[in-house]
């Protein structure tokens, strides 16, 4: 069997980066706690409920018995109006129970939602990087507690007080009544039984096929550009109707035993009558009795019915539960830190490793290095050699497995996340924008951000007048794929989010990617009005021109430093060393 969370990418929680025990359900249950009352609001709503439900027993037992045998008019007109009122009022008591459930629901979703989306960024943007259901679960939870099957469990409870009063009526009746209600329990725990592999199957299937959809949407233009549309619509549609099999599996059997149970509570009803028309002929039992009892215990056993048709989504949302539990257990929420003064442009790497979750082998290996306020330091070396990987720590996205990274003396993690973007400006190797305005992207969408900040920004990374010749200017609504945006104009956004604040430091990976001449210069020109103000930058290149105003180097390769100095040094040391490799290949080929 497929387990749901393997296909989250989430790990047991014995392996989670969590501090204390199960700190994921105290989190989910605190905030389920603070709607205890409106859970014994609904309880009480519910005593009154199910006691009115003998409403219907006890006029027919008045009808029958005293109703026909009177022949009083002014009786049945007396007890129907009361019948009538008394039925009002359940209803309105039910539909008030429903929607107090509903608003629990949403007030659980309102409290968790941040502290989920906020733990599924920090997950899938960690060394795992495998994509989480968090919001998806969330949502699942909160929809269970205003489906019919939650109120069903609040029913449930009656049923023996039910079936005791059948009981009250004739013993045989409720040896019948009994008989029925145990078997329907025994049917419910079958069905559950044998359906559960099913639908964990159908739910994984299910899950990974949304996955690789969401994947496929996100890259909708690059699968276009690739021609790839028809094979990744025929790759998806495999995954698809493998979900859609299991999904079939998984719910013929829970709908055979939902068949069962409900032609057996008719058949009940139905032996109900017989049995009791049996025992009113021989005079044991009322007329009034026999219809009263045929009516609670059809009350008696709906909730049986209601939990075992809606079963499977109850496991659902169970295991939603389960894997939310897993996803902030893995990832707590971030601790309350003493808010340091702006730092100086200093970085420092101790000793930095890092050894992702499952990996065969670090991406960095015992990497130490400096960087003093007003340099440049340029990272260089072959691909996979860890550069990105360096870049990702030295931003906080990563966490070293071993070693510290220290700016201004003190360890990353010391700053708050939020308060570190203040200090660090970060250009990815791949520029992601997203929905909203270019002035909210360069912003990084804060709310409200100053107009000077932004303008600055855009001025130093030369994209300026680029948004000014668009017709909405700073105000240019773009979509989060950047359709409507060149290659180079998206990096210059990039560029001047990562300057927007001025930053301490700015950490640049393949900054003229995409740059033509006149964009490259205007990165060193930024570099170089950086460097001046005492800031620090940190270029990732693969090209010589993003170099340039680098005053040192540090090599890279298979995750280890290799070389680490003044620019035109390492390079002397670069390039005799791939002398001396062609010459010994050279020479190789001659022997």
């Not at 002397?572 to 080929?589: D, F, I, K, M, P």
Request: glycine residues 10%; hydrophobic residues 50%.
């Amino acid at each position: 069997m497929t387990d749901v969370s393997a296909t989250s990418g989430l790990v047991p929680p014995e392996t989670s980066r969590a501090t204390g025990p199960r700190s994921g359900q105290r989190e989910i249950r605190a905030a389920l706690g603070e709607d205890r009352g409106l859970f014994w609001s609904v309880g009480l709503f519910s005593v009154f409920v199910n006691a009115l439900v003998l409403t219907g027993p006890l006029y027919m037992i008045q009808v029958y018995d005293r109703v026909l045998s009177s022949r009083s008019i002014e009786t049945l007109v007396a007890l129907s109006l009361l019948v009538l009122f008394l039925y009002v009022i359940m209803g309105v008591l039910d539909f008030v129970r429903s929607r107090v459930m509903a608003r629990i629901g949403a007030r659980f979703q309102t409290r968790l939602e941040a502290r989920v989306l906020d733990a599924s960024l920090q997950y899938v943007a960690s060394e795992n990087g495998a994509p989480v259901s968090g919001m998806r679960d969330l949502e699942q939870v909160q929809r269970t507690f205003s489906a019919p099957i939650t109120l069903s469990l609040f029913d449930m409870p009656w049923a023996p007080l039910f079936l005791f009063g059948i009981w009250l009526f004739h013993p045989w009746l409720g040896l019948l009544a009994m008989a029925g209600g145990v078997t329907l329990i025994v049917l419910a725990w079958l069905s559950q039984a044998l359906s559960r592999e099913h639908v964990l199957d159908a739910n994984a299937a299910n899950l990974r096929a949304n996955t690789i959809l969401a994947r496929l949407e996100a890259e909708a233009d690059m699968v276009s550009a690739l021609g790839m549309r028809g094979n990744a619509v025929a790759r998806w549609l495999v995954l698809r109707n493998v979900a859609f099999a299991r999904q079939m599996a998984s719910a013929d059997l829970p709908g055979l035993f939902v068949s069962i149970t409900k032609a057996l509570r008719l058949i009940l009803q139905s032996a109900m009558l017989g049995l009791g028309a049996l025992l009113v002929i021989r005079g044991e039992l009322t007329a009034g009795a026999m219809i009263a009892g045929s009516i609670l215990l059809g009350r008696a056993l709906m909730p049986i019915e209601q939990v075992a048709g809606g079963w499977a989504s109850l496991q659902y949302a169970c295991k939603s539960w389960s894997r939310l539990s897993d996803l902030l257990d893995q990832i707590p929420p971030e601790p309350r830190r003493t808010r340091l003064p702006r730092p100086e442009a200093r970085l420092e790497l101790e000793n930095v490793s890092l050894m992702p979750d499952g990996a065969d082998l670090p991406l960095l290996r015992g990497v130490s290095f400096k960087v003093e306020p007003g340099q440049a330091v340029g990272v260089i070396g072959p691909s996979g050699a860890g550069k990105s990987t360096l870049a990702r720590v030295v931003t906080g996205a990563l966490s070293p497995t071993m070693g510290e990274v220290r700016f201004d003396g003190a360890a990353l993690g010391q700053y708050a996340p939020d308060e570190l973007s203040l200090y660090i400006g970060y250009l990815p190797q791949r520029v992601r924008l997203f929905d909203g305005t270019i002035a909210d992207n360069i912003a990084g969408l804060m709310r409200d951000p100053d107009d000077a900040l932004v303008v600055d920004a855009a001025q130093l990374a030369d994209a300026h007048g680029m948004i000014l010749q668009r017709s909405g200017g700073y105000e240019t609504i773009i979509r989060g794929n950047g359709d409507e945006l060149s290659g180079g104009q998206v990096q210059r956004v990039g560029l001047a989010r990562a300057l927007f604040g001025d930053p301490v430091l700015v950490v640049l990976d393949e900054p003229n990617s995409n740059l033509d001449n006149a964009g490259s210069d205007a990165v060193n020109a930024a570099i170089r009005a950086l460097k001046s103000s005492g800031k620090s930058v940190l270029v990732i290149a693969h090209r010589p021109a993003a170099i340039k105003e680098c005053d040192r180097l540090l090599m890279l390769d298979a995750g280890k430093v290799r070389a680490f100095g003044p620019k035109n040094a390492v390079l002397r040391e670069v390039l005799q060393n791939s002398a001396e490799v062609v010459g010994n290949q050279g020479s190789g080929g001659v022997q």
